[in-house]
């Protein structure tokens, strides 16, 4: 099968796991209030420990090894300090959309990465797919809840939304196909941009949601989603 046409499909799966996040949490709900809340803590630590495993076995290791250090080390420095302006900025904003955006900001790179990484040859691309799908349900999981609870948007209207998402990852696989294995340096830059942005969030925004008192699930989460990532990339090693 044409790589192109791989990468694109690839792409558009680990997507759907967007609007089957959302789909999910119009429906969980358990008794008692415990389990509930042990449960929606649990998700997000998992999609944490997801994007970590990618950071970690994909994005900065293929990254760097396409970029001198001093480069490496601007580009790893500016993702960190682009998603923190931007996270000001949503936050001055009143952030109705900042995790739905936050979600983007990563599935677009990381799918332009799938897109390149597929193009070269190599497994990394596999491995970048699972890690997406991996980390798109439980972070549409979230961004469902909270642009629901923010109240400035209908259910439907919403998953229908989220469900136009997977567009955008498989156009994003596109463009890292066509464009991202013709310029390596360009290419590892974003792969560094987007891993320095991911911890960023993860640290500003996920690990906060995920302590609870007296609960151990959710640590187990982030160890779980992060255990999947290495296991497929011994797998494909």
């Given at each position: 099968m044409d790589q192109m046409l791989v990468a694109i499909s690839l792409a558009?799966?680990?997507?759907?796991t967007i609007p089957l996040g959302a789909a999910l949490a119009t429906i969980a709900h358990f008794q008692p209030r415990w389990l509930d809340q042990e449960f929606r803590h649990s998700v997000v630590a998992f999609g944490g420990g997801a994007l970590l495993a990618a950071v970690s076995l994909v994005l900065v290791p293929d990254g760097a090894e396409k970029l001198t250090v001093g480069w490496a080390a601007i580009a790893f420095a500016s993702g960190g300090i682009?998603?923190?302006l931007l996270d000001r900025l949503i936050a001055k904003s009143g952030g109705q959309s900042a995790q739905l955006l936050a979600m983007m900001l990563d599935y677009?790179?990381?799918a332009i990465a799938l897109g390149a990484a597929l193009a070269v040859g190599g497994s990394a691309g596999y491995l970048l797919a699972l890690l997406i799908a991996l980390q798109n349900l439980p972070e549409g999981f979230n961004a469902y809840r909270e642009m629901i609870a923010k109240g400035a948007?209908?259910?439907r209207s919403l998953l229908l939304?989220?469900?136009c998402l997977p567009v955008v990852g498989a156009l994003s696989a596109w463009v890292g196909h066509t464009y991202g294995a013709a310029y390596p340096e360009l290419l590892g830059g974003l792969m560094l941009f987007?891993?320095?942005g991911i911890i960023y969030l993860v640290f500003e925004d996920i690990a906060p949601q995920v302590p609870l008192e007296k609960r151990w699930a959710p640590p187990l989460g982030a160890?779980?989603?992060f255990q999947l990532g290495l296991i497929g990339q011994l797998l494909i090693s």
């Open positions: 558009t799966l680990a997507g759907l682009a998603f923190f677009v790179p990381e948007h209908k259910p939304v989220f469900s987007a891993a320095s160890v779980a989603g």
